[in-house]
């Protein structure tokens, strides 16, 4: 081979594999959450999203993130069922469960706190409503008082 046809041929090679390369990369994102919604389908809480394979190669038509998305739902899909129909141990672990004690307790605790804070917050009101109540009647102390003096300093009518 000349030296000509070397270069031009390692650059032919080198932009088909860097176009695939870009192409791919939605195709894998897709393939990687579609993988995690598929293993999680029908799980409404507390799914753990499991390992992803590696992404396969796109089939002939096969471009995009959203190709890619609904041919890994369909293998995550799949994949969980089966291994949920195995006799051995399934691939994903059990989820973790909260103790129903734990859950009172936390519930318990929270509604204390609440209760408290109320307390709080109805004794600050309480202690304003006391304080405002003093400086009025302080304040009718002062006018009935004033009114009296205005009224012994006041001129006899003619």
């Given amino acids: 081979m000349q030296p000509h046809c070397t270069v031009v041929l390692s650059l032919f090679m080198a932009l088909?594999?860097?176009a695939v390369c870009g192409q791919?990369?939605?195709?894998?994102?897709?393939w990687e959450n579609g993988y995690k919604q598929g293993w999680c389908y029908g799980v409404d809480f507390?799914?753990?999203?499991?390992?992803?394979?590696?992404?396969?190669?796109?089939?002939?038509?096969?471009?995009?993130y959203t190709a890619g998305y609904n041919r890994g739902f369909v293998q995550g899909k799949q994949t969980k069922e089966s291994?949920?129909?195995?006799?051995?141990?399934?691939?994903?672990?059990?989820?973790?469960?909260?103790?129903?004690?734990?859950?009172?307790?936390?519930?318990?605790t929270a509604a204390e706190r609440r209760r408290e804070k109320e307390s709080r917050d109805q004794k600050r009101m309480q202690k304003s409503v006391d304080e405002s109540?003093?400086?009025?009647e302080?304040?009718?102390?002062?006018?009935?008082?004033?009114?009296?003096?205005?009224?012994?300093?006041?001129?006899?009518?003619?």
């Fill in 24 to 30: 791919d990369d939605a195709f894998r994102r897709g």
């Fill in 133 to 136: 109540r003093m400086e009025l």
């Fill in 46 to 64: 507390g799914c753990i999203e499991p390992v992803v394979p590696y992404c396969p190669y796109p089939a002939y038509g096969e471009e995009g």
């Fill in 83 to 108: 291994s949920m129909n195995d006799s051995t141990e399934p691939v994903q672990p059990a989820r973790f469960v909260i103790p129903y004690d734990d859950i009172i307790k936390a519930n318990e």
């Fill in 16 to 18: 088909s594999f860097s």
């Fill in 138 to 158: 302080r304040i009718l102390r002062a006018a009935e008082q004033h009114k009296r003096e205005v009224e012994l300093n006041a001129d006899p009518p003619k």
